[in-house]
């Protein structure tokens, strides 16, 4: 199971870097070309997408996995692949024509402005491809094709940065741009994607396997509606307590934040299907730990890092507009870990405690929702992030107690959580006493970096962990 988790880990990540460094140079661009306020604009557009991705096609694809993997036979899993998809198809097309015939309604909903009519029939197309590659890549991850997952990927991010670069630079198109760029990206790389898991795909929609899909994935709504809630609740109230303006400086924050998850992507589009693969396997609790701590080495570098450089990073990638993100990157980037750190606590999903999920996800929700509209008016986008960030680790906590009752995973969490804490009081006391931009300051917080990473991993790792990938390397 480790030797296929690095392999295919290192794969993603190769890919993930690549499609969100491209992601990462285009910010400079976008800061420079448009406005906080259009820059809220596309942020509010974003959380709509996930909304309908999360809701619209009732998580089938969730359901596809679960029952995919159960099964030996090829022509099952072609029907269970086909079903939804075909499903999928069928509620995305439905959602396109209510929204395109209610589409001044809409407009004025959300931008308050009819002026916004087109970069929302626009922004509703680009939803409605978005939907559909998200399920024919995530196909890919499904049956474990690293190699073509990537390949899509890193087609589709060029395609899109170089259609909205063209259009926002040369064409002067402005949020359009970036819309048109998705549009055309998705609609071919979806086509891709069908094309390399072809076996997978063809016309037919089983009724039985339908209801199966359904059983299971249904429950999952809700939890997906909380998730939702719980990850965008954030930048709702900071558009209704602070505007467009201040969620745009917040997004552009997110975003630098989410470049955290890089490796985080890779562990989670690896280690997801081999867990349902092999957790009967006696050895498997102990390779999770192994595996989760190599991912807590990572995790402490890099929120040592976020303190450390957001200053440097924001100047260097932005303009004076948006110098207010600074304080916000660190907060993000912790409540994005946690947020994402259910990959190594599997029970409840492997237990197939749906509803359980769906439980805690609402509480997650109703606790995030809560912390927004109390911090917000009071610290404004330094309290959504700090709200998202209590949010993301109480509901962690939650979920692995649940989770150790149905599957138990013998974590080591006195040394985890006390390396933790001691780098994070330490970055900031550093971060304060070098606070200006030299040359000097930041040799020193590259230095301490090292001497973290250095520090950490000799507290972390063990002989026995050293052994185990020595073993799979010869074994390579």
Same mark, same amino acid.
């Given at each position: 199971?480790?030797?296929?988790?690095?392999?295919?880990?290192?794969? *993603?990540?190769?890919?993930?870097?690549?499609?969100?460094?491209?992601?990462?140079?285009?910010?400079?661009?976008?800061?420079?070309?448009?406005?906080?306020?259009?820059?809220?604009?596309?942020?509010?557009?974003?959380?709509?997408?996930?909304?309908?991705?999360?809701?619209? $096609?009732?998580?089938?694809?969730?359901?596809?996995?679960?029952? @995919?993997?159960?099964?030996?036979?090829?022509?099952?899993?072609?029907?269970?692949?086909?079903?939804?998809?075909?499903?999928?198809?069928?509620? *995305?097309?439905?959602?396109?024509?209510?929204?395109?015939?209610?589409?001044?309604?809409?407009?004025?909903?959300?931008?308050?402005?009819?002026?916004?009519?087109?970069?929302?029939?626009?922004?509703?197309?680009?939803?409605?491809?978005?939907?559909?590659?998200?399920?024919?890549?995530?196909? #890919?991850?499904?049956?474990?094709?690293?190699?073509? #997952?990537?390949?899509?990927?890193?087609?589709?991010?060029?395609?899109? $940065?170089?259609?909205?670069?063209?259009?926002?630079?040369?064409?002067?198109?402005?949020?359009?741009?970036?819309?048109?760029?998705?549009?055309?990206?998705?609609? #071919?790389?979806?086509?891709?994607?069908? *094309? @390399?898991?072809?076996?997978?795909?063809?016309?037919?929609?089983?009724?039985?396997?339908?209801?199966?899909?359904?059983?299971?994935?249904?429950?999952?709504?809700?939890?997906?509606?909380? =998730?939702?809630?719980?990850?965008?609740?954030?930048?709702?109230?900071?558009?209704?307590?602070?505007?467009?303006?201040?969620?745009?400086?917040?997004?552009?924050?997110?975003?630098?934040?989410?470049?955290?998850?890089?490796?985080?992507?890779?562990?989670?589009?690896?280690?997801?299907?081999?867990?349902?693969?092999?957790?009967?396997?006696?050895?498997?609790?102990?390779? +999770?730990?192994?595996?989760?701590?190599?991912?807590?080495?990572?995790?402490?570098?890099?929120?040592?890092?976020?303190?450390?450089?957001?200053?440097?990073? +924001?100047?260097?990638?932005?303009?004076?507009?948006?110098?207010?993100?600074?304080?916000?990157?660190?907060?993000?980037?912790?409540?994005?870990?946690?947020?994402?750190? @259910?990959?190594?606590?599997?029970?409840?999903?492997? $237990?197939?405690?749906?509803?359980?999920?769906?439980?805690?996800?609402?509480?997650?929700?109703?606790?995030?929702?809560?912390?927004?509209?109390?911090? =917000?008016?009071?610290?404004?986008?330094?309290?959504? $992030?700090?709200?998202?960030?209590?949010?993301?680790?109480?509901?962690?906590?939650?979920?692995?107690?649940?989770?150790?009752?149905?599957?138990?995973?013998?974590?080591?969490?006195?040394?985890?959580?006390?390396?933790?804490?001691?780098?994070?009081?330490?970055? @900031?006391?550093?971060v304060d006493y070098f606070n200006t931009i030299s040359l000097l300051f930041i040799s020193v917080k590259i230095l301490f970096l090292f001497v973290v990473l250095i520090a950490v991993s000799l507290l972390m790792i063990e002989k026995e962990d050293l052994k185990i990938i020595t073993f799979f390397k010869k074994r390579e």
């Amino acid at each position: 199971m480790i030797k296929s988790f690095l392999k295919n880990s290192f794969i *993603y990540t190769i890919g993930t870097v690549f499609t969100r460094g491209i992601g990462i140079l285009l910010v400079p661009i976008y800061t420079r070309y448009l406005t906080p306020s259009e820059y809220g604009v596309i942020d509010l557009f974003i959380i709509l997408t996930s909304l309908i991705s999360l809701t619209i $096609a009732l998580e089938i694809h969730q359901a596809v996995v679960r029952f @995919y993997q159960d099964t030996e036979d090829e022509d099952e899993k072609m029907k269970y692949v086909s079903t939804a998809f075909i499903f999928t198809v069928f509620v *995305y097309m439905i959602y396109l024509i209510i929204s395109f015939s209610f589409s001044d309604i809409f407009t004025l909903w959300l931008l308050d402005d009819i002026k916004y009519k087109s970069i929302f029939l626009l922004a509703t197309f680009s939803v409605f491809t978005s939907g559909l590659f998200y399920f024919t890549s995530g196909q #890919l991850k499904w049956q474990i094709m690293p190699k073509q #997952l990537v390949t899509v990927s890193i087609v589709n991010v060029t395609i899109v $940065a170089s259609i909205t670069v063209y259009l926002l630079v040369i064409e002067k198109m402005k949020i359009e741009s970036i819309f048109i760029g998705q549009i055309v990206g998705n609609s #071919l790389c979806m086509v891709l994607s069908i *094309y @390399y898991a072809q076996k997978s795909y063809k016309m037919v929609f089983v009724y039985t396997k339908f209801k199966e899909l359904i059983h299971f994935s249904f429950p999952l709504v809700f939890s997906s509606v909380a =998730i939702f809630i719980a990850l965008f609740i954030d930048r709702i109230a900071i558009k209704y307590f602070l505007g467009l303006d201040e969620l745009g400086i917040y997004g552009l924050a997110y975003r630098f934040a989410a470049v955290t998850s890089l490796v985080m992507i890779g562990f989670q589009s690896s280690l997801s299907p081999l867990i349902y693969k092999h957790y009967k396997e006696k050895e498997t609790p102990k390779n +999770i730990v192994r595996l989760f701590e190599l991912f807590w080495i990572f995790m402490i570098s890099v929120t040592a890092g976020a303190i450390l450089f957001s200053k440097e990073i +924001i100047v260097l990638m932005s303009t004076k507009d948006y110098y207010a993100a600074v304080p916000v990157i660190p907060l993000l980037v912790l409540a994005v870990f946690f947020t994402n750190m @259910y990959i190594f606590i599997p029970g409840l999903g492997v $237990a197939k405690k749906t509803k359980l999920i769906a439980i805690i996800s609402i509480i997650a929700a109703i606790l995030n929702t809560g912390l927004n509209f109390l911090l =917000i008016p009071m610290f404004g986008i330094e309290g959504a $992030a700090l709200a998202t960030l209590i949010s993301a680790v109480s509901i962690f906590v939650v979920r692995v107690r649940m989770s150790q009752e149905y599957y138990f995973i013998p974590f080591r969490w006195a040394r985890t959580i006390f390396s933790l804490l001691i780098v994070i009081i330490a970055s @900031y006391l550093l971060v304060d006493y070098f606070n200006t931009i030299s040359l000097l300051f930041i040799s020193v917080k590259i230095l301490f970096l090292f001497v973290v990473l250095i520090a950490v991993s000799l507290l972390m790792i063990e002989k026995e962990d050293l052994k185990i990938i020595t073993f799979f390397k010869k074994r390579e």
